[in-house]
C-alpha cells in the first residue's frame, strides 16, 4: 500500500456574519477544511478542533460570530480494515485464548447491538462448550489476546492471578507527540476514575509527531493505559473519550492505537506458565510505517 501524507494545515478561523448558528461540521467545511464530512468529523471528535481556547468534540456545536476557532495541524494515515474476524489461537479443557480484532465488544452490551467476543466464541463452539467464563477484558477498540475460562474452577484460579497481579501483560501503544523519557512508570489516582493504577512503559521508537511504546500495566482499572497516557500529556492516538486542549500536530486514526500484545499466566491445568503472544495488526502497522515517513 503506498502511504502517501495526507495533511491539513493549521488554520485560525473567526466566524462571519454569514457563518452564525453553522454547526461546527458545516463551517469547517465551508472554510475548506476538508471536502469530506466524515474527514471533518473525525477531526473534532479526536480533538482536532478548539474554540476560544476549549475543546470541542461534536460536530453539531453551533459557532458564533465573534468565536475564535482553531483547527490543529492534522496528519491523515490510510486507514485499513482487517474486519471484525476472530481467531481462537489456542483452546483445551480449561481455557480459551483469541487475538480479538478492533470492533468487538468484549461481553455483550443489551443497550448497544456491536457484536461481542463471548457470543462469537459461543457460536463457534456450539454444543461444545461446558461453559465460558471470562476473566478480564478489551475496550471494544483495542485489539489483541483475551482469555476465557472454561468452567468456573478455571475461572476462579485466572481471577485470582489477576488480583495478586501475578499475569504479565504486554500492550503496543501510540501515543501523540513526544516522550521526554525513554522508560518510566505512571502511578497514582487517576483523575477520569478516581481509582488507582500503574503501569510501566518503554518507548519502542520516536518519531516525529507521535511516540510507540510498550506498556506493561501493573493495575487493571477500566480504559487505564488511555487515561493514564492523556493524563500526563500524550493521549492515544485515536483517543475520542480521554482528551484536553492542544494546539501540537494531531494524528487521526479512526481507532484508538492500543493493541495488547502477548500475556503470561499459570495454567490453572498443571500451574505451569504459558505465554501468548499476537502479531501487531495490519492497521497499525501501516499506521507505524505512516508516522516513520511524516515529519
Known amino acids: 500500500m503506498e502511504l502517501n501524507i495526507v495533511e491539513i494545515p493549521q488554520r485560525a478561523l473567526t466566524p462571519a456574519h454569514s457563518d452564525e448558528f453553522l454547526r461546527l461540521d458545516r463551517f469547517l467545511m ?107 477484558r478489551l475496550d471494544k477498540d483495542t485489539s489483541g489476546l483475551l482469555i476465557f475460562a472454561r468452567n468456573q474452577r478455571a475461572s476462579e484460579f485466572l481471577k485470582k492471578q489477576f488480583e495478586e497481579k501475578r499475569v504479565v501483560k504486554k500492550y503496543i501503544a501510540l501515543l501523540q507527540a513526544n516522550l521526554s523519557k525513554s522508560s518510566g512508570t505512571i502511578k497514582g489516582n487517576m483523575r477520569a476514575s478516581g481509582e488507582f493504577g500503574e503501569s510501566k512503559y518503554i518507548v519502542l521508537e520516536m518519531f516525529k509527531v507521535a511516540t510507540m511504546v510498550e506498556v506493561m500495566p501493573r493495575t487493571g482499572r477500566t480504559n487505564q493505559i488511555r487515561i493514564q497516557f492523556s493524563e500526563i500529556g500524550h493521549p492515544l492516538i485515536g483517543e475520542y473519550k480521554y482528551l484536553k486542549p492542544s494546539k501540537r500536530t494531531c494524528v487521526i486514526f479512526p481507532r484508538v492505537a492500543l493493541h495488547a500484545l502477548s500475556i503470561s499466566f499459570l495454567h490453572p491445568r498443571n500451574m505451569k506458565e504459558v505465554s501468548f503472544s499476537s502479531d501487531i495488526p495490519q492497521d497499525i502497522r501501516i499506521l507505524i510505517e505512516f508516522l516513520r515517513k511524516s515529519h
Open 30 to 136: 465551508r472554510h475548506g477544511i476538508s471536502s469530506s464530512r466524515a474527514v471533518i468529523k473525525m477531526i473534532i471528535e479526536k480533538g482536532g478542533v478548539l474554540i476560544n481556547e476549549r475543546l470541542v468534540t461534536f460536530p453539531s456545536k453551533r459557532v458564533m460570530v465573534g468565536d475564535s476557532v482553531f483547527v490543529r495541524r492534522v496528519l491523515l494515515p490510510p486507514f485499513y480494515s482487517e474486519g471484525v474476524t476472530l481467531n481462537i489461537l489456542h483452546q483445551d479443557d480449561e481455557i480459551i485464548v483469541v487475538n480479538k480484532p478492533p470492533g468487538l465488544l468484549t461481553l455483550p452490551d443489551n443497550q448497544s447491538t456491536v457484536p461481542s467476543v463471548f457470543s462469537r466464541i459461543k457460536k463457534i463452539l456450539k454444543g461444545r462448550e461446558k461453559g465460558i467464563f471470562p476473566v478480564h
